[in-house]
């Protein structure tokens, strides 16, 4: 009988301790509550003073974020500089000489290691970085969870393939999407990201010289500073009217064929995602909504956890 007993007092231990791990490989909420109190208000107080130098920064923070998610989930990887022995993912191609905002980053990350030692992940720094940034230009807040570790390596072959292209069209798009756990209007309302930000007449060229569904006089404004040949890294914001506002006018573009991406347009172009689109395009609280729930959705793609993964003194660098 005694033993008996203590065969199981020995199994519910067992138990109440995986059960105990299973619950700590979970993001939750305000993770560094009492281990690093001061971090959202660190966060916040560098994103506002980026904005104020730069209103761009928020939406290359937010690209940075979702490229960082769709590799190997939220997971810090992209921060990771190239070495002589280690290959990163910022020369991949979506990324080179594109993804920028690595510096306030970095700056977040000194200010947080001068108060909370070797205690905040950079992946979760970078995740609290991009709602700051959606939040600050004037778009929707949320509660980011947290408690995500950093990559010890990154994956270049990965972020060629996985990150989704401004020329795919709207199945292939929904395919990436869904090795991702997300949906088609997962897709959709992320998209509405591009309503800030700009791009690179490189990746907008085809559209306005080549494509049919267009509105005729947004192709040739855009024409202006995207020739034909030569100018690849001229600039044009991905909103027509705010884009430096997170607002629903992209939407509204989609709506007027004015998408600057074949990527945007292709979710309003008499297909799948044309409805909602249009709810987005009259209704900005729904999208508010449905952005914040999907960003709290996308933050929690393969996240390192426990003791996977470590905590980086260096964003750039593994220790």
């Not at 209103?55 to 960082?68: E, N, P, Q, V």
């Not at 756990?181 to 060229?205: E, Y």
Request: proline content about 4%; overall charge neutral.
């Amino acid at each position: 009988m005694a033993t008996f007993t203590k065969l199981c007092v020995s199994v519910t231990l067992s138990i109440i301790f995986l059960l105990a791990c299973c619950t700590n490989a979970q993001l939750v909420n305000n993770f560094y509550g009492t281990t690093c109190p001061s971090l959202q208000t660190t966060v916040r107080n560098t994103m506002t003073s980026a904005i104020k130098n730069e209103s761009r920064i928020g939406a290359s923070i937010l690209r940075l974020f979702f490229h960082d998610c769709f590799v190997n989930g939220c997971d810090g990887s992209i921060l990771l500089d190239d070495t002589a022995t280690f290959t990163g993912e910022k020369n991949a191609l979506p990324n080179k000489n594109s993804v920028r905002g690595f510096e306030v980053i970095d700056t977040i990350k000194t200010s947080v290691e001068a108060s909370c030692n070797a205690t905040v992940s950079c992946a979760d720094i970078l995740a609290l970085a991009a709602r700051d940034g959606v939040f600050l230009l004037g778009g929707p807040s949320w509660i980011v969870p947290l408690g995500r570790r950093d990559a010890r390596t990154a994956n270049q072959t990965a972020a060629n393939n996985q990150i989704p292209s401004p020329f795919s069209d709207l199945p292939t798009l929904t395919s990436m999407f869904a090795a991702k756990g997300l949906t088609a209007n997962d897709l959709t309302v992320l998209s509405g990201a591009h309503t800030i930000g700009q791009a690179k007449c490189l990746l907008f060229r085809t559209r306005i010289y080549n494509e049919t569904n267009i509105d005729p006089n947004f192709a040739t404004l855009r024409k202006t500073t995207c020739p034909l040949s030569g100018g690849d890294t001229n600039l044009a914001p991905l909103d027509t009217l705010t884009p430096t506002t997170f607002d629903n006018n992209y939407y509204k573009d989609l709506v007027a064929k004015k998408g600057l991406f074949h990527s945007d347009q292709v979710l309003f172009n008499n297909g799948s995602q044309d409805s909602l689109v249009s709810s987005y395009s009259n209704n900005s609280a729904t999208f508010f909504n449905d952005f914040a729930a999907a960003m709290i959705k996308l933050s929690r793609i393969s996240p390192l956890t426990g003791t996977n993964g470590e905590i980086r003194k260096n964003c750039r660098l593994v220790n």
